[in-house]
């Protein structure tokens, strides 16, 4: 009996493995959206230019984004990944953690979210 356990768990834990770095995953780029959406935010209310770091997202009366998310698979902070270009008025968000190489059939390199750039008169990208 104990030897059929043991046997279910072996063939479990590898799939047990996978589902926890999918969810990482998919919560990693939930949260690259939800930064992405307060930088947009943030550019609306700055004449489309976006803040040199993503701590500024915290801060303003409202501010646009309560705090800072950390990448749910080695706790890292986003910020390493954020890169402004004020000229275009355009950024890049990527995250560094380490769920992408952990999963089966996902394409190489670090989720990543680009704004399409300047934004419109009625405050679209």
């Known amino acids: 009996m104990l030897t059929i356990i043991g046997l279910l768990l072996a063939l479990a834990m590898p799939r047990l493995a996978l589902s926890r770095a999918k969810a990482a995953h998919t919560t990693c780029i939930s949260n690259l959206r ?3 959406a307060a930088l ?3 550019a609306n209310d ?3 230019d ?6 500024a997202l915290t801060l303003g009366n ?3 984004l309560g705090r800072i998310p950390i990448c749910p698979s080695d706790g890292s902070s986003y910020q390493g990944g954020y890169q402004v270009d004020h000229e275009d008025k355009r950024f890049t968000l990527s995250c560094k953690g380490v769920h992408h190489l952990q999963m089966i059939r996902v394409e190489p390199g670090y ?3 680009y704004s399409s ?3 419109n008169l009625e405050g679209n990208p």
């Open 40 to 42: 947009q935010i943030y």
């Open 117 to 119: 750039g300047q934004l």
């Open 111 to 113: 989720p990543q979210y």
């Open 50 to 55: 976006h803040p040199d770091n993503l701590e």
């Open 46 to 48: 700055n004449e489309g």
């Open 34 to 36: 939800t930064i992405g």
């Open 62 to 64: 409202p501010a646009p």
